[in-house]
């Protein structure tokens, strides 16, 4: 799965000039990657460059955009936080599948278990379900939107229903 860590780690190997590397999901199939070389600018030739490997080198069915690095606060992308090793590693993963999604996921939760239940075509949405037999805290919530969203192909968004059991 092309995730935002592979992708900007396949960036940067590609294009080791380019010192800052943010690739964001921006809706279904589409997604920005911010770039900026060790100059803090982005030429025009770089950022076509990038754009052609993004095409070409990168998930066929994402629409990118290309922009420079400094537009990530106007379009409010949201900061990286630090990760979880384990969630980390499965994000850099070529070979990450949605059941080592939810294993990655059910070894770091603290309370609850993820299951994954169906991805809606039309929005782009993963949706999964997570079992608890406490209610979730709000900061115990975003943690977990954050890291799943981190180990999701970009271009796609998801959604974690919580439910209640015994």
Request: charged share 25%; hydrophobic share 40%; glycine share 6%.
């Amino acid at each position: 799965m092309g995730t935002r860590l592979l992708t900007e780690q396949l960036i940067r190997g590609q294009y080791p000039q380019l010192k800052y590397v943010r690739a964001h999901t921006t809706g279904r199939n589409a997604a920005t990657l911010y770039a900026w070389n060790e100059n803090l600018e982005l030429s025009e030739a770089e950022a076509a460059e990038l754009k052609k490997f993004a095409h070409n080198g990168l998930t066929s069915f994402i629409c990118f955009r290309v922009k420079a690095y400094s537009q990530l606060r106007e379009d409010r992308v949201p900061g990286e936080g630090r990760l979880p090793e384990r969630i980390a590693r499965a994000a850099v993963d070529p070979e990450l599948g949605p059941d080592e999604v939810v294993a990655a996921m059910n070894a770091t939760m603290v309370s609850g278990t993820v299951t994954y239940r169906r991805y809606d075509y039309c929005s782009g949405t993963l949706h999964f379900d997570v079992f608890a037999d406490k209610a979730a805290a709000a900061e115990e919530k975003e943690l977990a939107r954050r890291y799943l969203s981190e180990m999701i192909p970009l271009g796609t968004r998801c959604e974690l229903a919580y439910r209640l059991f015994g």
